[in-house]
C-alpha cells in the first residue's frame, strides 16, 4: 500500500515488479495523481539539476550524498528518456536546471507506467493502525495491508492534498519529526522594509547573504514582502535572524561613487525602485559628486542591505516543508523505518530538503526508486 500518490509515490509504483507487487495500490485524496508535479516549474517541471550535490540539500548531507551516488540526475534523466520525457537544461532562474517541455508529459509517463496499479483518488487516509497486519482508515473505506509505504509529502500547498499523516504517524510509531516550517517561501518584512510593498511586481537581479552562503538571482518585490528564486532559497536557511541583499552586484560601490551624474541616472534600477529606496534612506536624489561622506554611506548600504524578514507567507505559498521525519531512524539502504517493519518512508516527509532549481524531485524520485530495489528484492 502507499499513502499518496505524488512524485515519491509515482516513481515507486513505477520502479516496483509488476509480478511480485500486482496487489499494490495509490490511495490519494485528490482526484488526480502528481497534483504538485502538475503546477512545477510554472506548469513545465522543474525535474532536476545539472549541478546536484549533497551541499544543494539541508538534512543528514551523508545520506544524501549516498542517496545520490545511488540514484543521480543522469540515472533520472536516463529513466525520463527512456519513458519518452526528454527534459532540457533551462538556466534562467537557477543555473543548471532542468525543464520539462510540459508537468503532463510526466504525469502521463507515470500514468503509462501504473497502468495496472489500482489507485484510490478522492480518498483521504485519515488514520494508519498497526495490529499484526497495517490498517488503513480512509474517508471511503478501511485498507488491510502487510507494508505500507508512505509517500505523502510535507506540509505545503493544502489546496493540492498536503497534511500531516506522514508525521501523524511517524510520531505514533515512535519517530521524532524535526522541527516542520514553510521553505522555498517569499518573506514578509518589518516597518523598515515597507517600502519593499510599493514596489510590488519590480524584479532586479541581486547577491543574498544569508547564514554564511551566498545566492545569486532574481529578487522579487511583493505585496507582502520579497520572493523571486533567489530569496525562496534563501529562506531555505533563513533562521529568524538577519540577511544582506547586495542590489548592486557584479558593480564596484567606490567607482559608483565617483560618478558625476545624478543617483537616479546613475543606478541601474527602474525609476520606482531608486525613488522608493532614496525615500527609505531620507536621501535627497542629486549629484553623487554633492554627496557628503555620510550620504555616500547611506547610499552605499545597496551594497549590503540587512534585514530581518519578520516572517514568511506561509504553507499555502511554500514550495516544500523544511524539517520532517529524522532519518536516523530510517533504514538508509530501505528507507524502512527502525521502529516498524514493514512501515516505510520516502519524499519531502523525510528530514532532507533542497534548494529551488529540480532539488526536490531529483532527491524524491532518488529515495523512490532506492526503495523500490530494495522492495523488489525482498
Ligand atoms: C507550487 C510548487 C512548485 C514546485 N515546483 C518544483 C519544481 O519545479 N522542482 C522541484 O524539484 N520541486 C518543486 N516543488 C516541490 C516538489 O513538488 C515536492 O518536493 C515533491 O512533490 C515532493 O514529493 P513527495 O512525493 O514527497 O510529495 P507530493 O508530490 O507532495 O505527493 C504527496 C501526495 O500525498 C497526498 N496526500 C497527502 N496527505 C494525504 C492523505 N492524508 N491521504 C491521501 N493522500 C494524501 C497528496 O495529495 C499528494 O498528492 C514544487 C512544489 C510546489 C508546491
Redesign the pocket.
Known amino acids: 500500500m502507499i499513502?499518496?500518490?505524488?512524485?515519491?509515490?509515482l516513481m515507486l509504483a513505477s520502479s516496483l515488479d509488476r509480478k511480485k507487487y500486482e496487489k499494490i495500490c495509490l490511495?490519494?485524496?485528490?482526484p488526480k495523481v502528481g497534483?504538485?508535479i502538475k503546477?512545477?516549474?510554472g506548469a513545465k517541471?522543474?525535474i532536476t539539476n545539472e549541478l546536484v550535490t549533497n551541499e544543494n540539500y539541508l538534512g543528514d548531507r551523508n545520506f544524501v550524498k549516498e542517496i545520490l551516488e545511488k540514484y543521480s540526475k543522469d540515472d533520472l534523466l536516463k529513466f525520463l528518456n527512456t519513458n519518452g520525457v526528454f527534459p532540457k537544461i533551462n538556466p534562467k532562474i537557477v543555473k543548471g536546471t532542468y525543464f520539462c517541455n510540459s508537468s503532463s508529459d510526466v504525469i502521463d509517463m507515470f500514468l503509462k507506467l501504473t497502468t495496472h496499479i489500482k489507485k484510490h483518488l478522492d480518498?483521504?487516509?485519515l488514520e494508519i493502525v498497526f495490529n499484526k497486519t497495517y490498517k488503513i482508515k480512509t474517508t471511503r473505506n478501511i485498507i488491510e495491508s502487510k507494508k505500507v509505504v508512505i509517500?505523502?509529502?510535507g506540509l505545503?500547498?493544502p489546496v493540492?492534498?498536503?497534511?500531516s499523516?506522514a508525521f501523524d504517524t511517524a510520531i505514533k510509531f515512535g519517530h521524532t519529526v524535526e522541527k516542520l516550517e514553510p521553505a522555498l517561501v517569499g518573506f514578509t518584512v518589518q516597518k523598515d522594509q515597507f517600502w519593499f510593498k510599493n514596489l510590488s511586481g519590480i524584479s532586479t537581479y541581486v547577491n543574498t547573504f544569508i547564514e554564511g552562503r551566498k545566492f545569486e538571482g532574481s529578487f522579487l518585490f511583493a505585496h507582502k514582502g520579497c520572493s523571486g528564486p533567489v530569496i525562496l532559497t534563501s529562506s531555505l536557511y533563513w533562521k529568524k535572524g538577519k540577511m544582506a541583499i547586495d542590489f548592486l552586484p557584479n558593480k564596484n560601490i567606490e567607482e559608483f561613487l565617483k560618478s558625476n551624474k545624478k543617483i537616479s541616472s546613475a543606478l541601474p534600477f527602474a525609476k520606482r525602485f531608486t525613488e522608493e529606496f532614496l525615500k527609505s534612506i531620507d536621501l535627497e536624489d542629486k549629484a553623487i559628486s554633492s554627496l557628503n561622506k555620510e550620504e555616500k554611506e547611506k547610499l552605499s548600504i545597496l551594497k549590503f542591505y540587512e534585514f530581518s524578514p519578520a516572517g514568511n507567507f506561509g504553507y499555502t505559498k511554500a514550495?516544500?516543508t523544511r524539517g520532517g521525519i529524522n532519518t536516523d531512524e530510517i533504514n538508509h539502504d530501505t528507507f524502512e523505518s527502525l521502529n516498524q517493519k514493514g512501515l516505510y518512508f520516502i519524499?519531502?516527509?523525510l528530514n532532507i530538503t533542497g534548494e529551488l532549481g529540480?532539488?526536490?524531485?531529483?532527491i524524491?524520485f532518488a529515495q523512490a526508486n532506492i526503495c523500490a530495489k530494495e522492495l523488489n528484492r525482498l
Open positions: 499513502v499518496g500518490a505524488g512524485a515519491s509515490a490511495i490519494d485524496s485528490n497534483s504538485k503546477v512545477s516549474g517541471c522543474n480518498t483521504k487516509v509517500a505523502s509529502g505545503s500547498f493540492l492534498g498536503a497534511t499523516i514550495e516544500v519524499g519531502e516527509c529540480g532539488f526536490n524531485f531529483q524524491a
